[in-house]
């Protein structure tokens, strides 16, 4: 049974914009900070962005002042709103989800691609 469930990804031009969604279940998010990574072909896995349950936020430095993350609690869901993409932000992006006791979970991956 799918705990994060992530949606939104898809083909977009350099200077766009999108939004990635990721859905979890309620006894996940309520305990958890949330965050999303992103794996390209042959590269690691990197943290994009990640917000703690009090909304404090993490951004990796490719991405500051261009992507914004929030958490919406009453619906378990984690946004990460994309703004002047790039095509080297191509990766298949996963939702992350950090229990206190730093397990964590994944989403199954959405994959989003930036052609110049």
């Known amino acids: 049974q799918a705990q994060l469930v992530e949606s939104g990804g898809g083909l977009v031009q350099a200077g766009g914009s999108l939004r990635l969604s990721c859905a979890a279940s309620g006894s996940i998010f309520r305990d958890s900070a949330m965050g999303w990574f992103r794996q390209a072909p042959g590269k690691q896995r990197e943290l994009v962005a990640r917000i703690t349950r009090d909304g404090g936020t993490t951004y990796g430095d490719s991405v500051k002042g261009r992507f914004t993350i929030s958490r919406d609690n009453a619906k378990n869901t984690v946004y990460l709103q994309m703004n002047r993409l790039k095509p080297e932000d191509t990766a298949v992006y996963f939702c992350?989800?950090?229990?206190?006791?730093?397990?964590?979970?994944w989403g199954q991956g959405t994959q989003v691609t930036v052609s110049s």
């Open positions: 992350n989800a950090r229990n206190p006791i730093l397990l964590d979970y």
